[in-house]
Structure formats: C-alpha cells, structure tokens
C-alpha cells in the first residue's frame, strides 16, 4: 500500500433493500444474509469515508431490525439520500395479460438510485472513489486499497481505471444463515460455466466495471451522469460502456481468496436461484444471446469431470437455464416479449431492442 492510496476516500452508496412484499420474508434466512453482508461492507470503511443510504419510496417499510444496522463505525460518517422520481411517467393501462393496472416508469429503480449516487460522486471533490455495491457483495478494507492501486496503475487519460473485483464465489456460506451447501453450489456452477474467462478479464479483453462492486474515481462521476442510457436494463455494462467512450479505462481484478471478497446472496432455496438464472436470461433477449445458453468449451466439460460436486451442481443448473429459457421464448413467441418481476417492478424485454421496460402496478404504487 502507498501512501497516496491510504489518503484516498470512499463514498459508499448503499442501495437500501426493500422486504416488505417479497416472499422471503416469511423465512428470516435472507433479511439474516442481506444485514450480514451489510455489516462486514461497513467493516471496511475507515475515518474520513461517508456513507449514504440511498432509498425509494418504499424503502421506509423494510423491517425495523435492518435499520438496528446503519450505526457506523467510528469515524464513518452516514445521511440518507433520496433517489427522486426521474421524467415522465405514462398514465395505468392494461399491459399484456397481467391482472391489475400498471404504471410505466422512465426509467428502473436502481438506475435512480445510480443517477443519485453519481451525483453524490460528483459532487465529493477530487482524491476518492463511488462505491455502488450490491446487496450481496462482501468485501474488506483490504481489497478497498488493493483496487486503488490497481485503478491507478491503470490510469487513462489523466483519470484512474474504473475498477471491479471479480471472483468464482457468486454465494458463499454465511455464520448461523443456514443456506444449503447444494444451492451455493448451484448458484457458482450456474454462474461459472467458463473457466477461460478469467484470462479474458486479465487481458482487459471484457467487461471491465461491474455492478456488485466497483470503485469509481468522483472526477468520472459528472461525465457519466452526461452519457449514459437509463433505459439499458444491465446498468454496469452501460456504466461500462460509456467508461470507455469518454476515453478512460475499465480494469477487473480477479480475486482469488473468499476472505477479501466474495458474493453471499438471499438465496436460500431453488426457487430464488431460478429467479436469478431467468432475470439473467431476459438480460440476453437484446443481443439474442446469453452466456447461460452457450455450448460448453472442452475446458468448461474438463473442469465439470475433475470435480465431481461441481459436475452435479451443473447439471442441475443447466436443467433450471433450459426450463427457464422455454418459458422465456414461449412468452416471446406468444407476445413478441417476456418479462420478469424483480422487487416491485416488472420489467419487459424484447428480442434485439437494448431499451427495457419498466412497469409497476398500481396496488403497489399506494400501498
């Protein structure tokens, strides 16, 4: 660690969960994993660093034990900020077949929260960096100064890379959370279906800014707020892309040792994983592809053989992806689009359009 990386602030923006109507919160299990994770990502910060929680308007009905959380350690400054509705709305029209009236939103819920959090960047001076991460994503203090100083050994154009750690545990198992070893297993087999791409991310040859964690230096914040599309569904890859259009660099770090950073998700049963894989799937209707549908690599069916727990884990995964993808294409053929509920919002994708819908029902706009 340098010195200059050990001056270097951080602003946190916390994208505040909402449980109020998910099913889950019949089963303590993913409120537990959510707060835990919350607690160790506040582990991290250190005197000087801030931390906004960012919430919508329906953030105020989580359960009460998860705002017993936002103490902070010492020297951590908090607030709460706002993420306010952004543009025009259309009026309730009958949408498809759903039952119930829905409200068509500009833009999703979490790229509010984005443009909120951007702003907070931009406005933070010179000398840090955004942090936007997921509600899964655990890390340490350690890998915080580790990516500085990968993001200023990648500097372009007079700005340090954008820059994200990247790691094979996508669920990881939490103290006293109680989540089936089978269904970490599912979710990394699902997710991990190259092992070659880690050299791709090495290479600076794909993504290089991704959603569950990244740090943003705040000189990017104000450009990025002047570039990017809302209507892309894959916030990160927009972030990504309109990275590289102002002409400075996006890096990943593949990270290698779960104790700096790993993913541990409120999932806890088939069901929850099966909702992800679909979201996943939808994601890919605008380029016509997804990394979930493509033929293994020799490597990737070597790797399965080698290790037989991975081996079941994955063919287990695949069945989900393909069920899933039928029912995807079936709505698609039926209606020239599919959708998929995340939250409270339902979001609509279509067949090689990159814009995506976002819908809300009335019954859950004044509850």
């Not at 025009?88 to 039952?99: E, L, M, N, R, S």
């Not at 103290?175 to 290479?203: G, H, K, S």
């Amino acid at each position: 660690m340098t010195k200059d990386t050990a001056k270097v602030r951080f602003i946190v923006a916390e994208f505040m969960p909402v449980f109020h109507r998910m099913p889950e919160v019949r089963d303590p299990r993913p409120v537990k994993l959510t707060g835990d994770d919350f607690r160790q990502r506040r582990q991290a910060l250190a005197d000087g660093d801030f931390t906004y929680y960012i919430e919508d308007k329906y953030t105020k009905l989580a359960p009460r034990g998860l705002w017993g959380l936002l103490d902070s350690p010492r020297g951590v400054t908090w607030d709460f900020h706002h993420a306010h509705s952004r543009g025009a709305q259309t009026g309730y029209i009958k949408v498809f077949d759903w039952d119930g009236h829905w409200l068509r939103l500009s833009m999703s819920d979490r790229w509010s929260r984005i443009l909120a959090a951007l702003e907070l960047g931009r406005d933070a001076g010179t000398g840090g960096y955004l942090i936007m991460p997921a509600h899964d994503a655990v890390y340490t203090r350690d890998l915080l100064l580790r990516l500085v100083a990968f993001s200023q050994e990648h500097a372009q154009n007079g700005l340090p890379a954008a820059v994200s750690p990247f790691t094979f545990y996508k669920h990881s198992p939490l103290a006293d959370a109680d989540i089936p070893a089978d269904i970490i297993d599912l979710v990394n087999a699902a997710f991990n279906r190259d092992p070659a791409f880690r050299l791709q991310l090495e290479r600076g040859a794909a993504q290089g800014y991704w959603g569950k964690m990244g740090l943003i230096p705040f000189e990017m914040c104000g450009e990025l707020l002047q570039t990017v599309d809302t209507g892309i569904w894959e916030d990160d890859l927009e972030l990504d892309r309109a990275i590289t259009a102002l002409g400075y660099a996006s890096r990943t770090l593949w990270i290698d040792d779960p104790a700096q950073y790993r993913q541990a998700l409120f999932v806890v049963d088939e069901a929850g994983v099966r909702h992800i894989i679909a979201r996943h799937l939808h994601y890919s209707l605008r380029t016509g592809g997804s990394a979930l549908t493509q033929p293994l690599t020799d490597m990737a069916r070597y790797w399965r053989i080698v290790n037989p727990r991975l081996g079941v884990a994955a063919a287990r995964a695949e069945r989900i992806i393909d069920e899933e993808y039928a029912k995807m294409m079936q709505r698609v053929a039926q209606y020239g689009a599919s959708w998929v509920d995340w939250g409270d919002y339902r979001y609509v994708a279509r067949p090689y359009d990159p814009h995506v819908e976002v819908w809300e029902n009335s019954r859950n706009a004044y509850e």
